[in-house]
T-cell receptor, first 114, second 114 residues
Framework: AQSVTQLDSQVPVFEEAPVELRCNYS??????LFWYVQYPNQGLQLLLK??????LVKGINGFEAEFNKSQTSFHLRKPSVHISDTAEYFC????????????FGSGTRLSIRP | KAGVTQTPRYLIKTRGQQVTLSCSPI?????VSWYQQTPGQGLQFLFE???????NKGNFPGRFSGRQFSNSRSEMNVSTLELGDSALYLC?????????????FGSGTRLTVV
């Protein structure tokens, strides 16, 4: 079974500053890793995913994440945030079989201050 | 192409009643997963249907059930509603059910039990 921990429930940051949202996972088997974003009153939207290969994954809206197997982490980063990035961000993990379900972390609320 | 459609968007029910929520996946997608989202528990996996068969099930009581039709549309039913069932119910579809293809989420149905 897999699990995922998002270490920060809220992250406040000033506009145009860099941000890192932390995510650690636990699994006894190979995993796929994801970051999703949820804007108010909406469903979740896929930001990026790690399946295999390069450990640095680039996603939409200027976000990127780095898979670190030894530290079982998949932190999300953006070099310069905008007001429009205000949302809740979810890290997620799944096994690699086609029947695996996606397990989500508890979410990190990113609030951008002007 | 049209996204994942969930109906209704909002629902208010009385404790003890039952409710049925509907999810129409993206055309061609055969897998539909359901999640419950609450402030306290976050996103919790309910079940997944693939080609009309339940392939995965989360740790919810038997009051929560679902089904999938031959056109891949899915419904979930909650019987004997409790106050704690108040939540945002999210549906996600994917082409084959494999997590590597990513899930596309609907906007959710917000259920309030009074």
């Amino acid at each position: 079974a897999q699990s995922v921990t998002q270490l920060d429930s809220q992250v406040p940051v000033f506009e145009e500053a860099p941000v890192e949202l932390r995510c650690n996972y636990s699994s006894s088997v190979s995993v796929y890793l994801f970051w999703y974003v949820q804007y108010p009153n909406q469903g979740l939207q896929l930001l990026l995913k790690y399946l295999s290969g390069s450990t640095l994954v680039k996603g939409i809206n200027g976000f990127e994440a780095e898979f670190n197997k030894s530290q079982t982490s998949f932190h999300l980063r953006k070099p310069s945030v905008h007001i429009s990035d205000t949302a809740e961000y979810f890290c997620a993990v799944s096994g690699t079989s086609s029947a695996s379900k996606i397990i989500f972390g508890s979410g990190t609320r990113l609030s951008i201050r002007p | 192409k049209a996204g994942v459609t969930q109906t209704p968007r909002y629902l208010i029910k009385t404790r003890g009643q039952q409710v049925t929520l509907s999810c129409s996946p993206i055309s061609g997608h055969r897998s539909v997963s359901w999640y419950q989202q609450t402030p306290g528990q976050g996103l919790q996996f309910l079940f997944e249907y693939f080609s009309e068969t339940q392939r995965n099930k989360g740790n919810f009581p038997g009051r929560f059930s679902g089904r999938q039709f031959s056109n891949s549309r899915s419904e979930m039913n909650v019987s004997t509603l409790e106050l704690g069932d108040s939540a945002l119910y999210l549906c996600a579809s994917s082409a084959t059910g494999g997590a590597n293809y990513g899930y596309t989420f609907g906007s959710g149905t917000r259920l309030t039990v009074v």
